[in-house]
């Protein structure tokens, strides 16, 4: 993990440095194993690498309208956060709906103020 701590947090608020399957821990892939899934094939560089390594949703409906779509670093700064689309995603996992709250939490105290409080800048 060369990319400072800012890189890993994607834009719908999750924390790419602590994901399991990002890191590829042995619990995780004896997971996919016991699905019959090549543990070979479960890898994500997270939400801001390069489009043409491995993501996880490569098609996710967040990454696209916040990145590629409004051109925004995270969902807070849009005027429409949190939006229908964020919200169910927050309903569907428990990390998801931290994700969505620490993105409110962002929001509130400031970008750029809650990152170097957190030493993600």
Known sequence: MDNPKRWWLTPCGLDCSKCSIHLRTEQ???YW??????PEKIRCDGCRADRSGHHWSPECQIL??????????FCM???DFPCKVLDKWGQEHEHHAKAVKRLAIMK??????????HGCS
């Open 28 to 30: 995780e892939l004896d």
């Open 33 to 38: 194993r016991k699905q019959n899934i090549d």
């Open 64 to 73: 696209q309208c916040c990145v590629y779509g409004r051109k925004l670093e």
């Open 77 to 79: 700064q849009c005027p």
């Open 108 to 117: 509130d105290a400031g970008i750029e103020e809650w990152l170097v409080e």
